[in-house]
């Protein structure tokens, strides 16, 4: 086992409002070890995004309430933390790429401007103005921007482009944690290898553990090293890249998912695309959460949440296990 940098311990998020109450993250737990990739997989309405954003306290003040659980970074409580104290955190420790380029970018501020805001406010080793305009070509150039880019404005540059920023933005301070929330959704299909090629060569040569949120078996498979598949909150199969695409055994859900992967075993039940919808967040179904959707259902999956049945690295919470 290496060494853990991150530990989410029984994390439970809602979003409240006067009318209703949002279950979006339900109990989860799991941990990222230090150079490594956890992918987080699952339908829209999952509550990857929460998850992330929990991580970095991120999350809208107004509504969301992180109602128990533990942030572990490097053995310490992030969720403990005060607002400057996570200051120090974002950006600097941990960094995340947003899935539309657009939102994470200031229209009105030039490239520059933006790599070196980051730069400058972490500016632990007190480098120069000229030292800091050094480091946005560098920066720049790292992920595949000609440094005379710099004077442009987000506008100026294509989609993939912006996203490169965003990155460059995001790995700037180099990161211990780098979450990457769909970081290639908004693009297109051939600038996404380019733009996955490139965070994960950076990755490496950066030494950065990372987060990789997506609904893109390809990704996974290209990208982690262990992979937490989510559903209606709650993290429903856990496991080693390895487990998840050659275990014999899977949660239903997951063979939905992964439905179209050829190299699940042939006699797997296979429900691709998944019939039905997520169960509503502000009700969610007594017993198993995908109950209502699943081929394989019993008496007691209506009744009775499954518990995790855990075989060496690979967890399933169902009760066929
Ligand atoms: N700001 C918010 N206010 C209320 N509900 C929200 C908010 N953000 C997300 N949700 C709800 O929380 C659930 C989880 O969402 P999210 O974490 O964005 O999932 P994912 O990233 O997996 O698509 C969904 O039901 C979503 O509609
Ligand atoms: S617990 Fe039951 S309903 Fe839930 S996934 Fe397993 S078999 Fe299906
Ligand atoms: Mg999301």
Request: charged share 20%; proline share 6%.
């Amino acid at each position: 086992m290496g060494e853990k940098l991150l530990e989410i311990k029984n994390l439970t998020v809602a979003y409240e409002t006067d009318l209703e109450t949002v279950h979006a993250v339900n109990n989860i737990s799991f941990s990222l070890e230090k150079g490594s990739t956890l992918g987080i997989v699952g339908e829209t309405g999952a509550g990857k995004t929460t998850t992330a954003l929990s991580i970095l306290r991120l999350l809208p003040e107004r509504t969301a309430k992180i109602r128990s659980g533990a942030v572990l970074f490097k053995g310490e409580d992030l969720l403990s933390y005060t607002e400057s104290g996570m200051l120090k955190v974002r950006g600097a420790k941990i960094s995340m790429i947003f899935q539309d380029p657009m939102t994470a970018l200031n229209p009105i501020l030039t490239v520059e401007d933006q790599i070196g805001e980051t730069l400058r406010f972490h500016n632990a080793e007190n480098k120069t103005s000229a030292e800091i305009a050094a480091k946005v070509e560098e920066t720049l150039e790292m992920v595949g921007i000609p440094a005379f880019r710099k004077k442009d404005y987000p506008h100026q540059l294509s989609g993939g482009m912006k996203q490169r920023v965003v990155i460059a933005i995001a790995l700037a301070c180099e990161p211990e944690l780098l979450i990457a929330d769909e970081p290639t959704t908004a693009l297109d299909v051939t600038i996404q290898a380019q733009v996955l090629a490139m965070i994960e060569e950076l990755k490496t040569r950066l030494d950065t553990s990372m987060i990789m949120i997506t609904h893109d078996l390809g990704v996974v498979a290209q990208t982690c090293d262990d992979v937490c598949v989510m559903y209606a909150g709650e993290i429903i199969e856990i496991g080693s890249a390895e487990d998840i695409f050659t275990a014999p055994a899977h949660h239903p859900y997951t063979v939905g998912l992964f439905g179209s992967l050829p190299n699940l075993k042939a006699d797997t039940p296979r429900l691709s695309p998944i019939s039905g919808l997520m169960p509503d967040p502000t009700n969610l179904p007594k017993g198993c959460k995908f109950s209502p959707r699943c081929p394989r259902r019993m008496d007691i999956c209506e009744e009775k949440e499954p518990s995790a049945f855990v075989n060496g690295t690979h967890t399933i919470c169902c009760h066929l296990y």
